[in-house]
Every structure is written in C-alpha cells, then in structure tokens.
C-alpha cells in the first residue's frame, strides 16, 4: 500500500506541533542523538567546540529544522507522487556534507530513533500512536535512503 493521506496529515500535524517551540526541540533531538551515539559528538562543529549541547545555537537549530522540515516534505512526496525526489543540487550537497562530515549509513539509523522520539514527546502520549509513528519512519526512511545513495556514490 501507498502512502496515504492519513499518513501525510499525522507527519503534517505533528510537525506544526514541533513548530511551535524548534529551539526546545532541536535542542532535545540533538540530546538524544548523543544519548544514543554519544561518538556522533564529534561530527558536528557546533557541539565539538563545547563540553555541554549549546543552547540556541543557530546551527543546531537549523539541523534540526531541516531533519523535521524534510521529513515532512518527504511524506508530502510520498503521498502525491509515490517516492521522494530531493532536487538534484540539494541532494549533491547533502551528499557531500555528509561525507566531508564524516557521517556513515548507520548514523541514519540514530537519528531516526532520535527523531521518532523528538516527535512522540513532542505530541505527546495521548496523540502519539503506531500509525504516527509508522508515517514518521517512512518518510525519513525514503530521505535518508536518497541521500545515503548519494553518499555513497563517487563524484
Ligand atoms: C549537515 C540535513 C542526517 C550529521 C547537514 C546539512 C543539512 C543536513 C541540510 C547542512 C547544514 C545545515 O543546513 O544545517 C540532514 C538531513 C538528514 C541528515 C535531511 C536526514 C534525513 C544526518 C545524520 C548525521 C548528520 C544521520 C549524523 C549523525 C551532519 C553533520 C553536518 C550535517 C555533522 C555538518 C554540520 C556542522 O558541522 O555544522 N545535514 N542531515 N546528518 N549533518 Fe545532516
């Protein structure tokens, strides 16, 4: 089965919900990345040069945006044309940051569980379901596997 529109309505909704406050967000995704992988520390510029995670720090926060962000572009995708098309330029880009930042495939794996967690705390338990969180997976899932293509593919 396709992605529904369901689906894209549960990524939608849940991602005004993380709108609502990106500097609490992006600072607890980025808290559970480290508790997950506390090795990924390293890889990012902003948390190398500091012992603790910066609070409002603007590259922090626009990794975390662009993870949600995208995310949510991606069950947008799903939904109305069946897979994800990230703009030629935008994925050669990803491809090499990511590369250049020392960033593997199984890295894609923790910032998954980061961002399905990120998003069950952020709408809390009541809201928070299988079908959400399903919907979540797959729309990261799907963007995560265009750019570890892109990744892996020599220039
Ligand atoms: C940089 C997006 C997954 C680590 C970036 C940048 C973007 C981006 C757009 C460029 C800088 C910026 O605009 O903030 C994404 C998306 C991802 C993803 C959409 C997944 C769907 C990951 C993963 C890791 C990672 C799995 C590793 C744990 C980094 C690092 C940088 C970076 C280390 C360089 C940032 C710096 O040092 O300033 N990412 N990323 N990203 N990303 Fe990702």
């Known amino acids: 089965m396709g992605f529904t529109e369901k689906q894209e309505t549960l990524v939608k909704e849940s991602w005004e919900v993380l709108k609502q406050d ?6 607890r995704f980025f808290s559970l990345i480290l508790e997950i ?21 603007p590259k922090l926060k626009a990794h975390a945006v662009k993870v949600f962000k995208m995310t949510c572009e991606s069950a947008i995708q799903l939904r109305e044309k069946g897979q ?8 050669k880009y990803l491809g090499d940051v990511h590369v250049k930042s020392g960033v593997i495939d199984p890295h894609f794996e923790v910032v998954k569980e980061a ?26 899932d799907q963007l995560a596997s265009a750019i570890k293509v892109e990744m892996n593919t020599n220039p």
């Open 115 to 140: 961002l399905l967690r990120t998003v069950e705390e952020a709408v809390g338990k009541d809201k928070w379901n299988e079908e959400m969180k399903g919907a979540w997976a797959e729309a990261y």
């Open 37 to 57: 992988a506390p090795g990924a520390k390293n890889m990012f510029s902003f948390l190398r040069e500091s012992e603790e995670i910066p609070q409002n720090n």
């Open 84 to 91: 994800v098309v990230v703009g030629e330029t935008t994925l």
């Open 22 to 27: 990106i500097a609490l967000f992006s600072l």
